[in-house]
């Protein structure tokens, strides 16, 4: 709206009323997908996590160099 303001043309939108045909979608259908990839970005986070963890108790970190941090 603003591009369309400093464009100088017609401040307003037009708006339309459509129906949109398809199949019913279920509850399921929109629901499982999303359930998967937060399980999924969870596992991730905190599989992260525990590799760190690991990493620091086998010292893997400080042969990196990437502990201790100095301030």
Known sequence: ????ILRGADA???FRKQSVSGRVI???DWVLP???AMNMMFSCLFG???V???YRKNGMLK?????????
């Open 1 to 4: 709206v603003l591009e369309r």
């Open 12 to 14: 307003r939108p037009t």
């Open 26 to 28: 279920r509850y399921v």
């Open 63 to 71: 042969r990196h160099k990437a502990t201790p941090l100095r301030p």
């Open 52 to 54: 760190i963890v690991r």
């Open 34 to 36: 999303g359930v998967l």
């Open 48 to 50: 992260d996590g525990y």
